[in-house]
């Protein structure tokens, strides 16, 4: 049994593949395929690239209907889907926050209660109208902003674990960023993967673990508060905002989350 691993960085994160099987060219040429299919998953949604579909859409949806490629626009439909099953509480339109808190590309800030308000006047779901027939999304006003960084690992994993499958992997470990892993089957001679889920401690750099999730084909999404927050006063304001109160979220620690779709798993550990 040989064992292949690859590395790519795409989404401002680094993303590692873990690969066994009987014959080590065919699993590189597989890995490599399925980081090609990571990257163009970027390509798609980044809010950074000028020449990406949902950069495109997110200039121009307020004037116009805007066509897109047919799955993102069904990654877009199935958004939808999960901002309505969580009651919003996950929510692809969270951009103007996002920039309004200084997350989009910073460290944060603390904005004015007026700025807030203004902010949260151009999110939800009700404002994205997409057409089914004509695979177009077009906004009801001005100043909504698609930000899909909640779900895109997940998405890219999936997209890159279909690759694998396609290509005969029957056992495989990718992981974006740490924080969304995918897995094809079981290591060689174990039962499943074992991933620790760890939080650091406040008083060092070193970390502690929670937990083990055990993965056998399916999942996991860890979101947490940590990673990219700021401090006014005596509170820390994390990078994860509530669309609903247009405030960071407070209360909870971490969400872990382990289902068959890592698409799912990224976006609902968010929600939680």
């Known amino acids: ?10 989404m401002a994160t680094r993303f590692e593949i873990v690969l ?18 990571i990257e163009w998953v970027e390509a798609q949604l980044s809010i950074y690239r000028t020449d990406s579909q949902i950069n495109h859409a997110n200039l121009r949806a307020a004037f116009q ?20 099953v969580t009651q919003g509480a ?16 910073g460290a944060g800030q603390l904005p004015a209660p007026e700025a807030i308000a ?17 695979y177009t999304v077009q906004f009801d006003r001005e100043g909504v902003l698609l930000d899909l960084g909640s779900i895109g690992k997940g998405y890219a994993l999936e997209r890159a674990k279909e690759i694998l499958v396609e290509n005969g992997i029957q056992s495989a470990l990718i992981h974006g960023g740490t924080s969304t892993v995918a897995t094809i089957g079981i290591p060689p001679d174990q ?4 991933i620790a889920i760890t939080q650091p401690t406040e008083e060092t750099e070193e970390t502690t673990t929670m937990g083990i999730a055990e993965l056998t084909g399916n999942a996991l999404s860890v979101s947490a508060v940590w990673g990219k927050s700021f401090k006014t006063g005596d509170r820390e ?18 969400a872990a989350v382990t289902l ?6 990224d976006a609902l550990s968010t929600a939680l």
């Open 1 to 10: 049994m040989e064992t292949v691993k690859l590395a790519r960085e795409a």
């Open 20 to 37: 066994h099987g009987d014959n080590p060219i065919s699993l590189r040429a597989a890995g490599e395929e399925a980081l090609e299919e």
């Open 65 to 84: 209907p805007v066509k897109l490629e047919p799955t993102i626009f069904e990654l877009l439909k199935h958004c939808e889907h999960l901002s309505s």
């Open 90 to 105: 996950f929510d692809i339109t969270l951009g103007p926050l996002v920039r309004c808190w200084g997350f989009m590309g």
């Open 118 to 134: 203004a902010a949260q006047a151009l999110v939800g779901m009700h404002h994205v109208h997409l057409d089914e027939q004509a």
């Open 191 to 194: 039962d499943a993967w074992k």
């Open 237 to 254: 304001y994390g990078h994860v905002l509530d669309a609903r109160t247009g405030q960071p979220t407070a209360g909870a620690v971490q």
């Open 260 to 265: 068959p779709s890592a698409t799912d798993a």
